[in-house]
């Protein structure tokens, strides 16, 4: 059996708590999108949500508001990382309570 | 891409790189590949570690299984690039043809053993709506799926869950169906670290 475990772990400590360019907190609240203010919270939330729906605009938006590419990048990633944990631990819950009852 | 980091600013050895692997490849540097190694300290290494892990690592389903897993995900997510990306891979894995693209156009019709199947459609779910229940997961036990071979699919849907996200919100361009043969190649020799 794949064990992602460490690598998992070693990830979201990167990506949330790592050297960057946008701040931690920043990260974090993309990661968990919870928290952020325009323009972030918007183009996080569509990362999280329907990232297919995601265009040019979304990511000038960011950049307008005096972003670095850079800033943008980690907050993406930290997003689309964000939303994957969610989805992995409820259905890890789910097939734990299923082995359970 | 959407941002020109991606595209152009990564540094002179990686750059020299990419001249290499155009010249013997005689395609396009896939844009996954270009987002892998922008500052790969941050993302790219650590998430490399992951997806290997998930996709090459010891399992209880094929390789094949696995990339056609990843594939499925990405139909689901409608990421054209992961789609074609991994479709490419896991019909190389499974020995030639066009098996997993068959598979990804009916799963209700296809030739698929019923525990890949009933994972798959949950993968659909999960993927599709954000989260699956105990009832859905018995769904796939009772299909004949052991709870190992549930847990190697979820981690295969954790790194295609992130990476079609990245896929869509940094625009990645979707290349010929040589290039993407070039680059599932690469991944059944190397892998993806």
Redesign the interface.
């Known amino acids: 059996m794949s064990n992602i475990e460490p690598a998992r772990k070693a990830l979201l400590r990167r990506v949330r708590e790592g050297e960057g360019k946008a701040s931690p907190s920043d990260r974090r609240a993309a990661f968990d999108n919870k928290g952020l203010t325009e323009p972030l919270r918007p183009l996080a939330d569509k990362v999280a949500r329907n990232a297919r729906e995601i265009v040019d605009e979304d990511i000038d938006r960011a950049r307008q508001s005096g972003l670095s590419e850079d800033q943008i990048f980690e907050i993406v990633v930290c997003a689309a990382i964000g939303q994957a944990t969610r989805q992995y631990d409820a259905a890890s819950a789910a097939l734990k309570s299923a082995l359970e009852m | 891409m959407?941002?020109?980091?991606?595209d152009n600013?990564h540094g002179f050895g990686t750059k020299a790189l990419f001249a290499l692997i155009r010249t013997v490849s005689r395609q396009p540097i896939l844009d996954v590949i270009k987002l892998v190694k922008?500052?790969p300290?941050?993302?790219g290494t650590?998430?490399s570690?992951?997806t290997?892990?998930?996709m090459r690592?010891?399992?209880?389903w094929s390789v094949g299984d696995r990339e056609l897993m990843a594939a499925f995900i990405a139909k689901t997510?409608?990421?054209e690039f992961c789609t074609n990306a991994h479709s490419a891979v896991a019909d190389l894995a499974y020995g030639g043809g066009k098996k997993a693209s068959a598979l990804l156009c009916d799963l209700d019709i296809a030739r698929i053993d019923e525990p890949l199947r009933a994972t798959l459609l949950m993968l659909g779910k999960?993927?599709r709506e954000?989260?699956?229940?105990?009832?859905?997961?018995?769904a796939v036990?009772a299909a004949g799926a052991s709870?190992?071979q549930?847990?190697?699919a979820?981690?295969v849907?954790?790194?295609f869950?992130?990476i079609?996200?990245?896929a869509?919100?940094?625009?990645f361009s979707v290349p010929s169906p040589e290039a993407f043969g070039a680059g599932a190649k690469y991944l059944i020799a190397r892998g993806y670290r």
């Open positions: 959407r941002l020109q980091i991606l600013g922008y500052r300290d941050f993302y650590p998430m570690g992951v290997q892990e998930a690592g010891p399992s209880f997510n409608q990421c999960l993927t954000h989260a699956v229940d105990a009832d859905d997961m018995r036990i709870p190992q549930i847990g190697d979820l981690a849907c954790f790194s869950n992130v079609g996200r990245l869509d919100a940094f625009g």
